[in-house]
């Protein structure tokens, strides 16, 4: 636990319509899955969203009719930072479990690809951000892990009804690092042997590699910011995502 609060820029991915029968109570409102990033550069390069299988996420009703889905424990603290419709309180519209928000089209800001859809993650944490993680694979060693074991076992995909066409998605070359190269994540992936979303002490070293070597010296390769260094894009990625009402700014 940090004595000081974590910043989190909140992403929204809209889910689009046609609703799955989970969610038809929500129809005609615009829905989004709320993903916490500490990356928020990154964005170019989502291929898909993360959900937790056995995690309880709640669908809530925000301000101009848009409904967040997100854990039960971050839409208390949105409500306690002036987020919600009324200040300090939320309005649940439904409770749904993560394997019924599993292989939903969804709209992710930024992305090159128009459409990805939601797949699981085992390793998310429900007492850390939104309980909901966007992916890009090339960037973050657990997202590309997680996509590779969906990608490689037909078992996997099969126990979560995960399609092939759901995970036919290639890493977007997003952020060049002068000592190890474009996709850092997949490069670190096979320099430490990682083998799947399991293997948890490799990937904290692959991600640890990966987020000071990227924040400090990485380049944008994509974007209206291409050329620029990462520590300066980050900021002004997050202010154009915020401006655009497609990210808010969230404390934990
Ligand atoms: B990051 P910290 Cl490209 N459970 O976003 C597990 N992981 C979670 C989570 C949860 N409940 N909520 C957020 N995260 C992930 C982008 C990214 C991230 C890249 C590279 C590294 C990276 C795209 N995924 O994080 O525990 C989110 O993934 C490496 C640290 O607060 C979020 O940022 O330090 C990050 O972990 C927050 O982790």
Do not use: W
């Not at 074991?149 to 009804?161: A, C, M, N, S, T």
């Not at 474009?182 to 070293?205: F, V």
Request: glycine fraction near 8%; charged fraction near 20%.
């Amino acid at each position: 636990e940090g004595i000081k609060p974590q910043e989190y820029t909140l992403i929204k991915l809209r889910i689009q319509e046609p609703y799955p029968e989970s969610l038809s109570i929500l129809s005609g409102k615009p829905v989004f899955l709320v993903a916490a990033t500490l990356r928020p550069e990154t964005m170019y390069g989502q291929t898909n969203c993360y959900i937790l299988p056995t995690g309880t996420y709640g669908a809530y009703l925000m301000r101009n009719n848009e409904v967040f889905i997100c854990s039960e424990r971050s839409m208390s603290s949105m409500a306690y930072q002036d987020l919600t419709i009324t200040n300090g309180k939320f309005d649940k519209l439904l409770e749904v479990q993560g394997q019924n928000l599993l292989g939903l089209k969804l709209s992710a800001p930024l992305s090159k690809y128009e459409t990805v859809y939601s797949l699981p993650m085992l390793s998310i944490s429900m007492n850390k951000g939104t309980g909901i993680v966007t992916s890009v694979p090339g960037d973050s060693p657990d997202d590309y892990a997680a996509l590779c074991d969906l990608q490689k076992k037909p078992q996997l995909r099969e126990k979560y009804g995960i399609s092939e066409e759901m995970i036919n998605y290639e890493a977007v070359p997003i952020i060049n690092i002068p000592s190890i190269g474009d996709k850092s994540a997949i490069i670190l992936y096979e320099q430490l042997g990682i083998k799947s979303q399991n293997d948890r002490e490799l990937l904290e070293k692959a991600k640890d590699l990966a987020y000071t070597k990227g924040f400090s010296e990485g380049t944008m390769l994509v974007g209206h910011l291409a050329g620029q260094k990462v520590s300066i894009a980050k900021n002004l990625i997050k202010k154009y995502l915020i401006d655009k009402n497609q990210a808010f700014i969230y404390y934990e």
